[in-house]
């Protein structure tokens, strides 16, 4: 595939995290819109963004982009997209998803019958066909239409890039891995500092936190719809896992914990980590957030807590978010993240966040509770001696 225009949905309020990470794989940014960047690429950087990519959901190839505010608009636009240059006669092709927002057009099911029909109708003509078989490799259409703007993508990845493959397991309400690397990328952590979680769940922050640490691209170990694509070699896939497996260093010492109250809750976390190769690289165990507590300083503790959304968990989450204030004030110099959608949360803890970042989580509204730490002293360089004697 030549140059061409990519799109990268992400959670709501996490645009400028993913827009760093495309440009650091070396890509130009054409826009970036809320829930979504678009950058410039071929098929290498499909085939790199959805290896390394960490708070992508999907990465999207544009076909088209066009106004309507009627269905008979819509087909038009659909119908002139050149869809012989995407899909081959035996493609298995389909709008996957459809939503219209501030749009004359908003009944998925509509916009997703019109808009096939309009498919059909032009590569009928292109390829001669009465009928599609339908039997070779797969082309999932997602549609956005923003104010009347369509923007047509073909997605490249198939299960959400959130998938990794590790969490086998999961606790209640578990928090995406691509939101759990966000939050981590939002905070000045790196894999020499500490990192606590006292509210694990499945372990995904500190797995998520590992992989980074040990450079494991996310989607290394796992499949996407574009493999089976006859433009795209299947080489630039292979280039992609090599890459990525040339970076891996799980030999790194590591301070990264995770806490539950739950035994069996910690113990899917433990084997999360296995599945994900990090299982060596943190501390999984059962302590309630009340005896929170390290050695060390300029830590960092990022976290999930209960958000109280469940009619059994409100009356006990003012009491929660105490221990959970008390607990960071006895931690010397950390630094605490919190993402949460309980909207008393710096009563509780007992501080007002220095600073604070509103994502979404799903469809929840949540804030990202930000309480800085000092920065710790700069370490001075190392100084080698030579073996006569004197500094250098």
Same mark, same amino acid.
């Given at each position: 595939? #030549? /140059?061409?225009? =990519?799109?990268?949905?992400?959670?709501? *309020?996490? %645009?400028?995290? $993913?827009?760093?990470? +495309?440009?650091?794989?070396?890509?130009?940014?054409?826009?970036?819109?809320?829930?979504?960047?678009?950058?410039?690429?071929?098929?290498?950087?499909?085939?790199?963004?959805?290896?390394?990519?960490?708070?992508?959901?999907?990465?999207?190839?544009?076909?088209?982009?066009?106004?309507?505010?009627?269905?008979?608009?819509?087909?038009?636009?659909?119908?002139?997209?050149?869809?012989?240059?995407?899909?081959?006669?035996?493609?298995?092709?389909?709008?996957?998803?459809?939503?219209?927002?501030?749009?004359?057009?908003?009944?998925?099911?509509?916009?997703?019958?019109?808009?096939?029909?309009?498919?059909?109708?032009?590569?009928? #003509? /292109?390829?001669? =066909?009465?009928?599609?078989?339908?039997? *070779?490799? %797969?082309?999932? $259409?997602?549609?956005? +239409?923003?104010?009347?703007?369509?923007?047509?993508?073909?997605?490249?990845?198939?299960?959400?890039?959130?998938?990794?493959?590790?969490?086998?397991?999961?606790?209640?309400?578990?928090?995406?891995?691509?939101?759990?690397?966000?939050?981590?990328?939002?905070?000045?952590?790196?894999?020499?500092?500490?990192?606590?979680?006292?509210?694990?769940?499945?372990?995904?922050?500190?797995?998520?936190?590992?992989?980074?640490?040990?450079?494991?691209?996310?989607?290394?170990?796992?499949?996407?719809?574009?493999?089976?694509?006859?433009?795209?070699?299947?080489?630039?896939?292979?280039?992609?896992?090599?890459?990525?497996?040339?970076?891996?260093?799980?030999?790194?010492?590591?301070?990264?914990?995770?806490?539950?109250?739950?035994?069996?809750?910690?113990?899917?976390?433990?084997?999360?980590?296995?599945?994900?190769?990090?299982?060596?690289?943190?501390?999984?165990?059962?302590?309630?957030?009340?005896?929170?507590?390290?050695?060390?300083?300029?830590?960092?503790?990022?976290?999930?807590?209960?958000?109280?959304?469940?009619?059994?968990?409100?009356?006990?989450?003012?009491?929660?978010?105490?221990?959970?204030?008390?607990?960071?004030?006895?931690?010397?110099?950390?630094?605490?993240?919190?993402?949460?959608?309980?909207?008393?949360?710096?009563?509780?803890?007992?501080?007002?966040?220095?600073?604070?970042?509103?994502?979404?989580?799903?469809?929840?509204?949540?804030?990202?509770?930000?309480?800085?730490?000092?920065?710790?002293?700069?370490?001075?360089?190392?100084?080698?001696?030579?073996?006569?004697?004197?500094?250098?």
């Amino acid at each position: 595939m #030549e /140059r061409q225009v =990519l799109i990268a949905p992400c959670h709501f *309020g996490l %645009e400028a995290v $993913l827009k760093k990470e +495309i440009t650091d794989l070396g890509y130009e940014i054409e826009k970036v819109e809320d829930g979504r960047v678009f950058f410039y690429g071929n098929d290498e950087a499909i085939c790199r963004a959805n290896v390394f990519l960490r708070t992508a959901e999907r990465v999207l190839v544009r076909a088209g982009s066009f106004h309507a505010e009627s269905f008979e608009d819509l087909f038009q636009g659909t119908r002139a997209i050149p869809w012989e240059e995407y899909l081959p006669r035996d493609a298995k092709f389909w709008v996957a998803k459809a939503t219209g927002v501030k749009s004359k057009l908003f009944s998925p099911r509509d916009i997703q019958a019109v808009m096939k029909k309009a498919m059909v109708s032009r590569m009928s #003509e /292109r390829y001669k =066909l009465t009928r599609f078989p339908e039997t *070779g490799p %797969e082309y999932a $259409l997602r549609v956005t +239409i923003m104010k009347d703007e369509v923007t047509v993508g073909i997605d490249t990845t198939g299960v959400s890039l959130h998938k990794r493959g590790y969490r086998l397991l999961t606790a209640k309400a578990p928090i995406e891995e691509t939101l759990a690397a966000a939050l981590i990328m939002l905070t000045p952590w790196r894999g020499d500092r500490i990192l606590v979680d006292p509210f694990c769940g499945s372990g995904t922050i500190p797995i998520e936190a590992a992989m980074m640490a040990a450079h494991i691209a996310p989607g290394m170990n796992r499949e996407f719809t574009a493999e089976s694509w006859p433009q795209l070699p299947k080489k630039r896939w292979y280039d992609a896992v090599d890459e990525a497996g040339d970076l891996v260093d799980d030999r790194i010492e590591t301070d990264i914990q995770g806490y539950d109250i739950d035994d069996a809750v910690v113990k899917a976390a433990r084997e999360n980590a296995e599945n994900a190769g990090v299982g060596h690289l943190i501390h999984f165990q059962r302590r309630p957030v009340s005896e929170l507590s390290h050695p060390k300083k300029y830590g960092f503790v990022i976290t999930n807590p209960p958000y109280g959304e469940r009619l059994e968990e409100k009356s006990s989450i003012p009491a929660l978010y105490r221990e959970m204030g008390a607990a960071f004030r006895r931690l010397d110099g950390w630094s605490e993240y919190v993402i949460t959608s309980y909207e008393d949360a710096e009563r509780y803890i007992g501080r007002r966040a220095d600073k604070n970042r509103k994502i979404y989580n799903g469809m929840i509204k949540t804030y990202y509770y930000q309480f800085l730490g000092p920065r710790p002293p700069a370490r001075r360089p190392e100084r080698h001696v030579k073996m006569g004697g004197g500094e250098v």
